[in-house]
């Protein structure tokens, strides 16, 4: 559900609603497919209402969530791009400052939180329970 949740995130910037998340969903094309949904699913707009809704308690998390899904999607169709090679929690990809004229840089709290994430993926790894 929180995938649909970030479809309908990026929705809201179109304009689009439920309604539009579902015809989308139904369709069974290549967006609802890499979201895990498939035409027969049967889910409707009041569903992913609900369901959606249930995870806008975290509106934190769907902005970040849908700010790598931004970013993955600069990396797919800008220059030097590929989706091949992302991590997790990707960032812009360096032609998109090359392109915009904005300074590339990464605030401390970003560094930290990413160093944070690495060492708890690789003590989860290390020392299962």
């Given amino acids: 559900m ?28 290549v967006i609802a497919r890499k979201v895990g ?17 249930a995870l806008e308690a975290d509106e934190a998390f769907l902005e970040e969530a849908a700010e790598y899904s931004y970013n993955a999607g600069l990396h797919g169709i800008l220059p030097r791009g590929s989706f091949d090679i992302l991590p997790p929690y990707p960032s812009k990809p360096r032609s998109y400052y090359e392109i915009t004229g904005k300074e590339w840089e990464v605030d401390m709290e970003t560094k930290m939180d990413r160093a944070s994430t690495i060492v708890a993926e690789y003590m989860a790894l290390a020392t299962p329970i």
Wanted: hydrophobic letters at 35%; proline letters at 0%.
């Fill in 37 to 53: 949904f498939s035409a027969d699913d049967g889910t409707d707009h009041s569903t992913l209402a609900s369901g959606i809704r």
């Fill in 2 to 29: 929180y995938r649909a949740a970030l479809l309908k995130e990026l929705l809201d910037y179109l304009g689009g609603g439920y309604r539009e998340l579902e015809d989308l969903l139904d369709a069974g094309g």
